[in-house]
């Protein structure tokens, strides 16, 4: 079966500092991968995607950024964070036939002081 | 006006009762819906999926979805303090190379003993 794992589960940094955030997928190949964020009250705003290896696109510009080094790993960076960068950010993965169903890492909120 | 509102809540209600969440949508393209679970903390869980119009039942869940009046609900009878969560609503039109979801706001929901 699949699974995936996202980590740090926590993280407080403060501002100006930078930011690397991982995820990792097993039991499946050539997933499409996501970075969404969660703000309280407000779905989910997806950042990046990714369809193959070094290949991400970004939904909304903003002060982070993303790589795919690996098939199944995918990860989240900034290099000066910012207080609005705060909130959980999720993990998410989908088989490239059936995108629209997608599977969610357990989340890292980060708290920027 | 966002492309898919959902009552925030929250919704208080006792054990055994019958759960109605709704969203609506305005985009006429969409046409996966999904809904999610997530406890506090945690990633969101998928727990149904369907596509176009009509009924998905799964166990105590089951799905609603009319087109027509671009509206999605999801039913949960017998209802369990477990069921206590955010459930979330989601969308897609589909034909992309990856999942392009769109997320209402989330309803908090308390099953209480």
């Known amino acids: 079966s699949q699974t995936i794992h996202q980590w740090p589960a926590t993280l407080v940094q403060p501002v100006g500092s930078p930011l690397s955030l991982e995820c990792t997928v097993e039991?499946?190949?050539?997933?499409?991968l996501y970075w969404y964020r969660q703000a309280a009250g407000r779905g989910l705003q997806l950042l990046f995607y990714s369809v193959g290896i070094g290949q991400i696109s970004s939904e909304v510009p903003q002060n982070l950024s993303a790589s795919r080094p690996q098939d199944r790993q995918f990860i989240l960076s900034s290099k000066k964070l910012l207080l609005s960068d705060s909130g959980f950010y999720l993990c998410a993965w989908s088989r490239v036939d059936r995108g629209d169903i997608q599977y969610f890492g357990a989340g890292t909120r980060l708290s920027v002081l | 006006q966002k492309e898919v509102e959902q009552d925030p809540g929250p919704l208080s209600v006792p054990e055994g009762a019958i759960v109605s969440l709704n969203c609506t949508y305005s985009n006429s393209a969409f046409q996966y819906f999904m809904w999610y679970r997530q406890y506090s903390r945690k990633g969101p869980e998928l727990l149904m999926y369907?596509?176009?119009?009509g009924n998905k039942e799964d166990g105590r869940f089951t799905a609603q979805v009319d087109k027509s009046s671009k509206y999605i609900s999801l039913f949960i009878r017998d209802s369990q303090p477990s069921d206590s969560a955010t459930y979330l609503c989601?969308?897609?039109?589909?034909?992309?190379?990856?999942?392009?979801?769109?997320f209402g706001q989330g309803t908090i929901l308390t099953v209480h003993p």
């Open positions: 039991g499946t190949s050539n997933p499409n």
């Open positions: 989601a969308t897609s039109a589909g034909g992309t190379s990856y999942g392009k979801l769109t």
């Open positions: 369907t596509y176009s119009s």
